[in-house]
């Protein structure tokens, strides 16, 4: 009996099994800013892809750098009480809105020097060839020592006896300090802050808006008080003020006509 065998051979397909959780791409954008004839970092259309499918894209650079560090500048005016509209504008002028060498290599926003200094460093030209520049391993470092290089040099003391939301006097404060040689460092920071509504910050950490701030300001400006002094009386005072006495009550919360040495009262509040 003959048997006969007959072995067929097919080729096999590859099984292909694709696995969970794989990485998913990262693409980045590199932008090149420029800037105006005022030195301000122009507007340049950015954008910053965290993956194919899903995408943020900006206006320009400014406002990606204003996205990107707000919250960190919010934090530092909690911390140190600088102005967090400040904060954003310096970084945005002095690092090109996160595009200048400083920023990329050395993550120094405010481009401070090496001095007093014996962290890392990075040589760059400004006013001389290769000047020392601080260099940080984060940005967040940069946004901190810029707080703590005004809050703790006497030379901008000064700064702190304004409004943490009067972005106008601590501008040009910053210029008469020492901070920036540019006749126009305070025109800058300013058109910026008004440009990118960076006051919203200063406003957030607050909790008031600056309008609102701003009338109670001037409200209390032109407040008139008088201090209590021996032989005052209620009747007096509404006659040398030319006031009733039911007003003077209603406006100092008096129930009575009581008075103190020593006592303040407003007399008038408009």
């Not at 995408?55 to 996205?67: G, H, L």
């Amino acid at each position: 009996m003959l048997g006969l065998m007959i072995v067929s051979c097919g080729s096999k397909k590859r099984i292909i099994t694709k696995k969970k959780n794989a990485p998913q791409r990262t693409e980045r954008v590199a932008v090149k800013t420029k800037t105006d004839e005022s030195g301000t970092p122009a507007e340049t259309p950015s954008e910053i892809v965290v993956n194919p499918e899903i995408r943020k894209t900006f206006a320009n650079s400014t406002e990606e750098y204003i996205a990107s560090y707000s919250e960190i500048a919010q934090e530092e005016m909690r911390r140190f009480k600088v102005p967090a509209s400040i904060t954003l504008a310096q970084g945005i002028l002095e690092s090109s809105s996160g595009k200048g060498r400083l920023a990329q290599e050395g993550n120094n926003h405010f481009g401070i020097k090496c001095h007093d200094w014996t962290g890392e460093k990075i040589y760059h030209d400004d006013d001389r060839s290769q000047e020392c520049f601080r260099k940080y391993k984060r940005a967040e470092e940069s946004f901190e020592d810029h707080s703590v290089f005004l809050a703790k040099r006497s030379r901008y003391a000064g700064l702190f006896k304004y409004d943490e939301d009067d972005y106008e006097s601590w501008a040009k404060g910053l210029r008469a300090a020492g901070y920036a040689t540019d006749k126009k460092y305070p025109e800058k920071l300013i058109s910026l802050i008004e440009r990118f509504q960076l006051y919203k910050f200063d406003e957030e950490v607050l909790g008031t808006p600056r309008s609102e701030r701003t009338r109670t300001m001037q409200t209390l400006s032109k407040m008139v008080t008088h201090e209590v002094v021996k032989g005052d009386t209620m009747y007096s005072l509404s006659k040398q003020y030319n006031i009733s006495i039911q007003e003077l009550q209603k406006m100092n919360d008096m129930k009575n006509y009581d008075l103190k040495l020593g006592q303040k009262l407003i007399i008038k509040s408009n």
